[in-house]
């Protein structure tokens, strides 16, 4: 693929410089840019819907390993990072005058140069998208499965990969939906529910209380295992904060001019969705953890069973915010790929064929993935290291330092390093030890049980 430099753009835009242009390139693909109508609170419930997901729920989980001191630490930190790297996103977004940067794809390739920049940018995000959609699956699909136990508790018993299939089958239809404006309601929908079924976790936790000797005790194993346990604990708290991934396509969603720049209702909207995320991540997480000790699973909802009503609605707020969750990584997906078959083979790219059979592939590969390879908690790990620190911890840093060029040793600079070494570090850590960890899991799972 091929785009116009900056200063061609800007040679576009500068006989009107009064409001930003669409880019006559790959960006406007069968002569469609993206959809300017949006509104700031489409950024804070897509936002949401992006964030508070599946990891929320196996942050008790991952407090197992870290314990109370160092989980808390790491929690905060990690929503104040990823808070100020959305800051730096959003106000990158139109870094350039007359240009939007739709894509964080295009992004990095304005800062690190057409070619180097689809390396660095585009892998990192793509393992983000398609990681979380695989984890959706195995969310949807285990949640399903116990929302039928608690209220059908005389049915047959079928098997977890029939569920994850079920839940699978819905996305054949629904990725048929054209763009992101088109999943608005499926992902206000789920932002509702996530807010719901977090709500839902720590006040039944909560309501629970303590579970009979529990021990706040770090996890018996030994010691090497520990270890990878603990930085796949890290990746799992990083795998809560991935809307950096999808960051810039929902800003593409909103109208800019010079005197309503698009990075003002964005932010406005980021500051609540964070709002929203403290008021999810920290009640699970703290609760949780107090509430079962170091026996907590890696799904908290699964370890509560009273009032079963409750907890069965939970279940089902779940898949009703990991439908919209999906659909909402899985659209920019679908754009570039059709965008890139359209523009190798010359086709129309909004054809309906076209759209059918990549959609239902990509779904096809999901749906494998997630029932070949069912560990929840394994997998939050090992996305979260190998894609989502990257995406959300450190590449905004280094894009800011690159365009921005603070002055060295200021306070800019000083913040982007640490997010930067913080990030690599996670990356590494949790990476190695997810991998690790599935491979071990593995050796003694039955496939497709």
């Given at each position: ?380 790990g090992f996305f979260g290291g190998f894609g989502f620190a990257p ?59």
């Amino acid at each position: 693929m091929c785009f116009a430099s900056v200063a061609e753009r800007k040679k576009m835009v500068s006989s009107t410089p009064q409001q930003p242009k669409e880019i006559p390139s790959d960006e406007t693909w069968a002569g469609k840019g993206p959809s300017r109508q949006g509104k700031w609170w489409y950024s804070t419930f897509h936002s949401v819907t992006a964030m508070v997901g599946a990891g929320v729920l196996s942050l008790p989980y991952a407090m197992a390993y870290l314990g109370w001191g160092p989980g808390t630490l790491i929690l905060a930190l990690s929503w104040c990072i990823t808070l100020n790297t959305m800051w730096q996103m959003i106000q990158l977004h139109e870094i350039e005058p007359g240009v939007r940067f739709d894509r964080y794809y295009d992004l990095g390739r304005h800062a690190f140069g057409p070619t180097l920049g689809a390396w660095i940018v585009l892998p990192q995000q793509l393992i983000v998208q398609v990681g979380c959609d695989i984890v959706y699956m195995v969310t949807g699909g285990k949640c399903l499965k116990k929302f039928m136990e608690i209220a059908c508790s005389n049915c047959t018993p079928i098997r977890q990969s029939y569920w994850i299939c079920i839940f699978g089958g819905l996305h054949f239809f629904l990725s048929q939906l054209p763009d992101f404006n088109s999943v608005s309601g499926a992902s206000l929908a789920a932002a509702i529910m996530s807010l719901s079924y977090s709500t839902i976790a720590w006040v039944g936790s909560l309501s629970h209380g303590q579970v009979p000797n529990v021990s706040y005790a770090y996890k018996k194993t030994s010691s090497i295992d520990y270890m990878f346990r603990v930085f796949n604990a890290l990746g799992q708290v990083t795998f809560a904060y991935a809307g950096h991934a999808v960051v810039l396509e929902i800003q593409a969603t909103i109208p800019s001019t010079p005197e309503k720049p698009s990075k003002v209702p964005m932010w406005k909207g980021a500051v609540w969705a964070y709002f929203i995320n403290g008021i999810c991540y920290f009640p699970v997480a703290l609760i949780g953890y107090w509430a079962f000790g170091q026996d907590v699973t890696d799904n908290v909802l699964v370890a509560l069973q009273k009032p079963a009503w409750l907890i069965a609605s939970a279940n089902l707020m779940v898949v009703v915010h990991v439908i919209g969750s999906y659909q909402v990584y899985a659209m920019p997906v679908f754009d570039l790929v059709e965008r890139t078959i359209s523009k190798r083979y010359n086709i129309i790219s909004s054809g309906i064929v076209l759209r059918l059979i990549v959609r239902s592939a990509y779904v096809a590969f999901t749906l494998f993935i997630g029932v070949t390879f069912p560990f929840f908690g394994d997998l939050l790990g090992f996305f979260g290291g190998f894609g989502f620190a990257p995406t959300s911890y450190f590449l905004p840093s280094i894009i800011w330092l690159k365009l921005k060029k603070p002055q060295r040793f200021s306070r800019s600079w000083i913040i982007n390093w640490a997010c930067i070494v913080v990030g690599v570090f996670i990356m590494l850590a949790s990476t190695i030890s997810g991998l690790r960890n599935i491979i071990t899991d593995a050796s003694t799972y039955e496939f497709y049980s």
